[in-house]
């Protein structure tokens, strides 16, 4: 009878991987399944106990023995599958990450840097690999055409439903959906709604730039992550909720911000497995605490709604769509972070480059000095043509972009040639932005070096310009990259016309780690940057 109950058991695992999740998608149920098995093991041990008479410490025993062979058959049938049957069995990668998701997670523990680790493996194992057991990182110039190109059937992967029921124009799979959603936050970002925004981006780069001169008079380091951070939250909270976290003014986080930014590299570790990630967020602790930043920016958004104000900011725009309503606090999370982080990081990681080759200092001064200016404030207009300062910030997002590991796409169900090799359907694949801009030869010459003159009088360093993707490609880019380019022309203009920069004395293992431990959070984590602001002469 054991015997017999044993291999039921056993069988019901094999069946369990073979009939079910070796199909399909099934990370987003973790949590469904996780009760089913519980509630299962919970009616085996009532019918051991009560039904067949067992005692309690032998129903508990058995039932313990029954699931352990369930899992048994599960994970074993599904270990075979993964190394020997699957579509992928082909692809190179280390045996583990074949077996399960959980290898990335190993890998980037613990400062979250797997893309750096990445470009190694590339490098041993060559264009393809298998980083999951259903992914292929693929590190080739042509995949990013061939996987976020117009002329194809790829879309978003299983990462894209975490806000499910609920969407927002990032977090969506569904094109139709994405592309009526993307018209009206498209016109937030055009550039009369750019010039309609610049009294607000005057306001606070004042705020920042009357900081700095304290700083400067002082001789004090000033952190440039939390500078700029605050900046950005500073404006972007403005612009959706009509208000100000006033975060520069006096140096608090906001409190959904300081969770936010506290929690970033927990987040982080969290995506790197979906189905953990969905087991994770279903704990009511962080289920609540979920609930509670959902209601937070829902009150925000009311308060926002009653406004009567006279010129128009994001949510004049985005309030416009379909649906809104529904979605309309994962709208707002995705404007307050997206539209502040990504431009924070990449003027942090401009100052560090700034400091560590400080002729391009002297370069860009000579560009910018002689502009006319209003408050310090150069006009974006005066500056989209000057080569220097653009061909600084594409190298500085070049070499660090700010999601480093890219972003997932499934393969159509009849599978899809990328890159020149045939990849099967319902495959995620991934294009690796770090290790495709700073590694690839075939793309850039001296890939790993800071040239900014590749952008403007050496363009025979690039190769492959398509190769260049910090904003993503395609249907799917950055829909706040021109508001993005126009933050970053201005702020870096600024900044330089008014000081110069350096690495602070007694800072240096500080500096140092600030470039050797950027984590990979989805979007980077940075550590603080301490640098000495020196006021240029005749600017007093």
């Given at each position: 009878m054991e015997s017999r109950a044993y291999l039921l058991s056993f069988v019901s695992g094999v069946s369990s991987e073979v009939l079910l999740f070796s199909r399909g998608e099934w990370d987003r149920y973790a949590p469904t399944i996780l009760k089913s098995l519980t509630l299962s093991a919970l009616g085996s041990?009532?019918?051991?106990?009560?039904?067949?008479?067992?005692?309690?410490?032998?129903?508990?025993?058995?039932?313990?023995?029954?699931?352990?062979?369930?899992?048994?058959g599960l994970f074993s049938s599904m270990a075979i599958y993964r190394l020997f049957f699957h579509p992928l069995r082909a692809f190179p990668g280390p045996v583990a990450a074949r077996l399960s998701a959980l290898w990335v997670f190993k890998e980037s523990c613990p400062d979250l840097r797997f893309y750096v680790k990445l470009r190694q493996l590339h490098n041993q194992y060559g264009d393809f690999i298998r980083i999951r057991p259903r992914e292929i990182s693929i590190c080739n110039p042509d995949a990013v055409v061939d996987i976020h190109g117009p002329r194809n059937h790829i879309r978003k992967g299983e990462f894209y439903d975490q806000l499910s029921p609920h969407r927002s124009l990032q977090m969506t799979r569904d094109p139709a959906f994405h592309s009526r959603k993307r018209r009206y936050w498209d016109k937030a970002f055009q550039t009369k709604s750019l010039q309609e925004y610049m009294p607000r981006l005057r306001k606070h780069y004042g705020t920042l730039l009357d900081i700095f001169t304290r700083h400067a008079a002082s001789g004090e380091p000033i952190d440039m992550s939390d500078s700029f951070m605050y900046l950005g939250f500073d404006l972007i909270s403005e612009l959706t909720f009509g208000e100000s976290f006033d975060?520069?003014?006096?140096?608090?986080?906001?409190?959904?911000?300081?969770?936010?930014?506290?929690g970033k590299k927990f987040v982080g570790f969290m995506v790197l497995s979906m189905w953990l990630f969905y087991l994770l967020k279903a704990l009511p602790p962080i289920h609540d605490r979920i609930e509670y930043w959902l209601m937070w920016y829902e009150r925000a958004l009311d308060k926002r709604k009653a406004m009567d104000l006279q010129s128009p900011d994001f949510y004049t725009h985005i309030?416009?769509?379909e649906n809104f309503e529904h979605d309309r606090s994962h709208e707002a999370q995705l404007a307050i972070v997206a539209g502040s982080d990504t431009v924070a990081i990449t003027l942090t990681n401009v100052c560090y480059l700034l400091c560590r080759y400080p002729e391009y200092q002297k370069k860009l001064f000579e560009e910018v000095g002689e502009l006319p200016d209003e408050d310090g404030l150069i006009d974006d207009q005066i500056l989209v043509g000057k080569p220097c300062l653009l061909g600084i910030i594409n190298e500085a997002l070049r070499l660090y972009p700010p999601v480093p590991s890219g972003v997932q796409r499934l393969t159509p169900p009849e599978g899809a040639v990328i890159?020149?090799?045939?990849?099967?359907?319902?495959?995620?694949?991934?294009?690796?932005?770090?290790?495709?801009?700073?590694?690839?030869?075939?793309?850039?010459?001296?890939?790993?070096d800071f040239i900014p003159e590749r952008w403007f009088s050496q363009p025979e360093l690039i190769l492959r310009k398509d190769a260049f993707f910090p904003f993503s490609y395609g249907a799917y880019n950055c829909a706040g990259k021109p508001m993005a380019m126009m933050e970053l022309r201005m702020s870096l203009a600024m900044v330089i016309k008014r000081f110069s920069l350096s690495f602070a004395p007694?800072?240096?293992?500080?500096?140092?780690?600030?470039?050797?431990?950027?984590?990979?959070?989805?979007?980077?984590?940075?550590?603080?940057?301490?640098?000495?602001?020196?006021?240029?002469?005749?600017?007093?």
């Open positions: 041990f009532c019918l051991l106990w009560k039904g067949l008479g067992l005692s309690l410490i032998a129903a508990l025993r058995e039932t313990t023995l029954l699931g352990a062979v369930f899992l048994l975060m520069l003014s006096t140096g608090i986080p906001n409190e959904i911000i300081g969770e936010f930014i506290q309030s416009q769509a890159a020149g090799r045939y990849i099967p359907g319902n495959t995620v694949v991934t294009t690796p932005t770090y290790a495709l801009q700073r590694a690839d030869k075939r793309a850039f010459v001296k890939p790993d007694g800072k240096e293992a500080e500096c140092q780690r600030f470039v050797e431990d950027q984590a990979d959070c989805f979007i980077m984590h940075l550590h603080p940057l301490p640098l000495i602001l020196k006021r240029r002469a005749g600017t007093e």
